[in-house]
């Protein structure tokens, strides 16, 4: 199917949702290879928020590890891949759409 899990392999078309966000990794682009790295990375960053607030004994807000942690393995398996620049240049749905109508409306005023 279009959405899903982790996305699959192989074809064009969307992936999976990442993390219950609405950001689409195209199959193209590996969907389940970043899935799976986005999911280690905030098992990751969980470990590291849980181990501070452990062993300092004050609250820390989750998302000061969660978020460098999630968005660090995304870059790296871009990287790794070598598809970094596709990464930088994505667009979600609704910007492609928004960009596709306007397109269409300048090219009817011609």
Do not use: H, W
């Not at 192989?10 to 799976?36: C, L």
């Not at 181990?51 to 398996?77: D, E, F, M, R």
């Amino acid at each position: 199917g279009g959405r899903g899990g982790g996305g699959g392999g192989g074809g064009g078309g969307s992936g999976g949702v990442v993390n219950g966000m609405n950001m689409f990794i195209p199959r193209s682009m590996g969907g389940r290879a970043f899935f799976s790295s986005v999911m280690t990375g905030y098992v990751g960053g969980l470990l590291a928020a849980v181990v501070v607030n452990v062993v300092t004994k004050t609250g820390q807000p989750a998302l000061v590890y969660l978020v460098p942690c999630t968005l660090g393995s995304i870059v790296y398996t871009a990287v790794q891949r070598g598809e970094l620049d596709r990464l930088l240049a994505f667009k979600d749905a609704k910007t492609l759409k928004e960009e596709a109508e306007k397109a269409l409306e300048e090219s009817s005023k011609k």
